[in-house]
């Protein structure tokens, strides 16, 4: 296990690497890759003990292999090849999947790694791969949105890497392990670092423009498991401390409010979709026991509603009211909107149940009403017109195949959860929601303010979430 | 020009690293045949020097990209002022 686990974890830099060297085979390598973590993820649930390894002496590298991290391999080993199965004939160069499977092997890094060191050279790698995959097309816009990305990510890991060595010197070690006994401002620094990486809450709001502005499948891999590179360590960490936890669930709750209220009023699809990808993280943060389940939902049903959205008529929702959509298309659009709003028989559904669950008391009305916020943000997807033309190519549909396939196989993980109460409330949720959004939400226009997506002051409302943090610790 | 103030901070940053690693009195860390009444122990810490090596090459390469990433948007934006960047490029 000790020697597959590194095997694995090198092997696909590696590929990356030589997929260069050998471009016609880049597709084939690439897709070998992700089929090798999905399968590595799948014999790691088989694992009743989690493993951890030490690499190099007592300064190394520390590496921690459990159920928690098998859920966003997984994830990231699906949506990686249901990525590439997109893109298989659209004429991307070998560099596309050079980048694509070294932003997949980092990621692969950052689930597996214990101690900060490697996280913070991880979390790095994947902010350059993901710049150079947004900037892809290389036309003006793209590279701006790419800069703007990589300046916001690289600043928040210079404040994680302050953080870093503050716990070095109280523990000398850079381990997981010695996170409370840090000053507390080391922690704020971590935290901050980590949210503005993983785009939560007000320090997330660099991600609705990044993730609407990339190519429909650079947006469904960054949406779809590159932010949960920098949730997956708060989710960690939280599970250890008891004080961690309880600062990660209030930014849980705050981010998955913040997120739904403004997916809610978007006119546009892809920024929707952004922003409540800022919602569901909120989700996962806001019960870490189960994160990992939600995270593995979330990741396959974000992707393939990216992709969907991509093969869309029309990006506004105004215009795709008098627009059909081709109808196997729309089948599609309707199962994934409905497993994000907790529908029974689709994984969605048992991945709130088990959230719900896990919620602390003064979180579940809260919790409750973002849930509720969801059903009427994607309720706009579920009442478009369908029967237009084909528009669709086949690439897409063998994505859609492991995607939404995924989410139904994912359903039997949790098969407790089909009890009558539980059963319920997901259908008066949505029997709630569908009604606010026919009568208030769809007759109104509100344009909400753009002002705290600008760029400068992404970086300034960095600082203010810094000070709060520190605060935050010290109560 | 806020690249360069991000190279300012990153500096910043290794400065930090150093300082903490270093102490008044210590030695390089590197193995040698002492003499006298020299503290073994008295060795500058050599791991953040180690790591800190690794987040000055990352941020090298980062600043780089940036820049071939500013040269390009140079050629329309000779001003490279970012608020009308800003408004060019968003929607």
Redesign the interface.
């Known amino acids: 296990m000790t020697i597959l686990t590194i095997v694995w974890i090198a092997l696909s830099f590696f590929v990356g690497f030589v997929i260069y060297l050998l471009p016609p085979l880049s597709r084939y390598l690439a897709l070998a890759i992700a089929l090798f973590s999905g399968s590595y993820a799948l014999i790691n649930f088989g694992q009743s003990s989690p493993l951890t390894l030490q690499l190099l002496d007592n300064?190394g590298v520390s590496l921690l292999v459990d159920q928690l991290s098998s859920f966003f391999i997984l994830t990231n080993a699906l949506v990686t090849a249901a990525v590439i199965f997109y893109c298989w004939n659209t004429g991307k160069k070998a560099f596309f999947y050079a980048q694509l499977i070294i932003l997949h092997g980092s990621m692969n890094a950052i689930f597996i790694c214990a101690d900060f060191?490697s996280v913070?050279?991880a979390l790095?790698v994947i902010?350059?791969a993901s710049?150079?995959l947004v900037?892809y097309p290389?036309t003006?816009?793209s590279?701006?949105?790419?800069?703007r990305y990589?300046?916001v990510s690289?600043?928040a890991m210079?404040f994680y890497?302050?953080g870093t060595?503050l716990v070095?010197?109280a523990n000398?070690s850079?381990s997981f392990a010695g996170f409370t006994n840090a000053p507390p401002e080391a922690i704020a620094l971590i935290i901050v670092g980590l949210l503005g990486k993983g785009g939560v809450f007000v320090s997330g709001l660099w991600l609705p423009?990044t993730h609407s502005?990339s190519e429909t499948p650079v947006s469904a891999i960054l949406s779809g498991v590159v932010v949960k590179a920098g949730i997956f360590p708060l989710v960690r960490c939280a599970l250890m401390f008891e004080e961690v936890d309880s600062i990660i669930r209030i930014f849980g709750v705050a981010s998955a409010l913040l997120g739904v209220i403004y997916a809610i009023l978007e006119q546009?699809t892809k920024r929707m979709l952004a922003l409540s990808t800022i919602s569901q993280l909120g989700f996962i943060l806001a019960a870490p026991e189960v994160g990992g389940f939600y995270a593995l939902t979330h990741g396959l049903v974000k992707s393939s509603l990216f992709l969907i959205a991509g093969n869309l008529p029309s990006r506004q929702f105004k215009e795709l009211q008098y627009k059909p959509i081709y109808t196997p298309l729309w089948i599609a659009l309707v199962a994934a909107s409905f497993s994000i709003s907790g529908f029974p028989l689709l994984s969605g559904f048992g991945a709130k149940v088990l959230t719900m669950k896990s919620l602390l008391g003064w979180q579940v009305i809260v919790m409750n009403i973002a849930a509720l916020g969801t059903a009427i943000a994607f309720a706009k997807f579920i009442f478009l017109p369908q029967g237009g033309e084909k528009t669709t190519k086949y690439g897409f549909w063998s994505a859609m195949a492991i995607l939404l396939g995924g989410l139904v196989v994912a359903n039997g993980v949790y098969y407790e959860a089909y009890t009558p109460e539980n059963v319920i409330k997901p259908l008066v949720t949505i029997g709630l929601a569908w009604p606010i959004y026919f009568f208030l939400i769809k007759p109104i226009i509100l344009r909400l303010p753009?002002m705290l997506e600008?760029?400068?002051h992404l970086i300034g409302v960095m600082s203010l979430m810094l000070v709060s943090l520190f605060w935050m610790v010290l109560a | 020009m806020?690249?360069i103030a991000?190279d300012v901070?990153?500096t910043g940053?290794i400065a930090?690293?150093v300082l903490?690693a270093s102490k008044d009195g210590a030695f390089t860390p590197i193995l040698s045949q002492l003499t006298g009444d020299v503290d073994p122990i008295a060795y500058a810490d050599p791991?953040?020097q180690?790591?800190i090596l690794?987040?000055i090459v990352?941020?090298f390469?980062?600043q780089a990209?940036?820049l071939v990433?500013?040269m390009?948007?140079a050629q329309?934006?000779p001003t490279l002022e970012?608020h009308a960047?800003?408004k060019?490029?968003?929607?």
């Open positions: 300064f060191m913070y050279v790095e902010g350059i710049f150079l900037a290389r003006n816009k590279i701006w949105v790419a800069l990589l300046f690289n600043v210079l890497l302050i060595i070095y010197q000398h850079f423009l502005e546009d753009r600008q760029f400068d | 806020k690249i991000m901070m990153s940053v930090y690293y903490i791991v953040p180690a790591v690794t987040a990352i941020g390469s980062i990209l940036m990433g500013v390009k948007l329309d934006n970012t960047i800003e060019n490029y968003t929607p």
